[in-house]
């Protein structure tokens, strides 16, 4: 639970001080992390050493991400209280250049993209009491992979209605001049009425420069949701996020990735040569379903449909279908 009493934080912080929010107690802040979670002296409650960055009381942990960590926070705006989401890295900590470019070009090209209800851009961002930051909107929801976790697979006609919203957060990167090129379950959230947002925006690149190869010779940690592509260092269009939402559609539909782990390094030391393995993994998927995933997931790019439209096209006539029977 936030504390939306932003003149008792600032009260705080000027203090040097911190209050437990069970028990009230307050203590000094001297020898005390800033952004790290402990027990309170006095009740043994979890307490977290907020801090504020620019406008924004950072409150609460939402995850980490190696040097970058996201939390929850609240500002004034407008005489309103604004929930926002903060992504950090400590200027001390010496991260690696890629990590704050991609802090950087999350900030830009969300900038660009706060005008569509199926991508959480970028309202702020600076540097503040010795962190980078960025400032996207709050969304209230769960993460894909943590929902599927928590309640398994969703019903055939919810994993399409999901596809056609991610396909629209593709499409509107896209015309913006974008592709995504970072489409997996742990960028998604399911907002409380059953649509899909993107998040996580660092990975973009401009349509003309993702068809150049990017400066390394192997991904450093390979997923099963990038296109083959991608993992060969052989540049990305559009067909390359089409294969991504294939494989993020899959996983939707059926509860668990396409290749098995085992079976994914395989594909990646082969380089993605021979036949895909199928085996029956589209059995239990609607037919219409099954023939688009298997169109979007070939490993050779130039098979695989290469437009959104298209695919929309076809979303919507399965979704019809469904809906029908």
């Known amino acids: 639970m936030l504390n939306s009493n932003l003149a008792e934080l ?14 009230h107690s307050t203590f000094s802040r001297d020898g005390m992390a800033a952004l790290s979670s402990l027990p309170c002296p006095s009740c043994g409650h979890t307490m977290f050493v907020g801090i504020k960055v620019g406008k924004y009381y950072l409150q609460q942990p939402v995850s980490a991400e190696g040097s970058q960590a996201v939390h ?13 989401v903060v992504k950090t890295i400590a200027v001390s900590s010496k991260s690696h250049p890629a990590n704050i470019q991609a802090l950087w070009n999350e900030a830009q090209v969300g900038g660009l993209l706060n005008d569509t209800d199926y991508v959480s851009g970028c309202l702020d961002h600076g540097v503040s009491n010795g962190y980078y930051y960025i400032a996207r909107p709050y969304v209230e929801g769960e993460r894909l992979d943590r929902f599927i976790a928590s309640h398994g697979k ?152 290469h437009d959104c439209p298209e695919v929309d096209d076809s979303l919507k006539a399965i979704l019809t279908e469904l809906e029908e029977d």
Not at 10 to 23: R, Y
Not at 200 to 216: I, S, Y
């Open 72 to 84: 929850l926070a609240l500002a004034q705006e407008d005489g309103e209280l604004l929930p926002v």
């Open 154 to 305: 969703l019903a055939p006609i919810d994993a399409i209605r999901l596809g056609t919203h991610l396909l629209a957060a593709i499409q509107h990167i896209y015309h913006v001049g974008f592709l995504f090129r970072n489409l997996k379950p742990e960028n998604i959230l399911l907002n409380p009425y059953g649509y899909a947002v993107l998040f996580g925006l660092g990975q973009c690149r401009p349509v003309n420069d993702a068809k150049v190869p990017t400066a390394f010779d192997k991904p450093v940690s390979p997923v099963v949701y990038y296109a083959p592509e991608r993992l060969l260092n052989q540049g990305e269009t559009i067909a390359s996020e089409l294969y991504s939402l294939g494989m993020v559609l899959y996983y939707a539909a059926t509860g668990h990735a396409y290749f098995t782990d085992e079976e994914f390094k395989d594909l990646l030391s082969r380089r993605f040569t021979g036949t895909r393995p199928v085996g029956g993994r589209f059995a239990n998927l609607p037919t219409s379903l099954a023939i688009l995933l298997d169109s979007m997931l070939r490993f050779n790019s130039a098979e695989r449909p």
């Open 10 to 23: 600032e009260q705080l912080l000027s203090a040097g001080q911190i209050a437990c929010p069970n028990c």
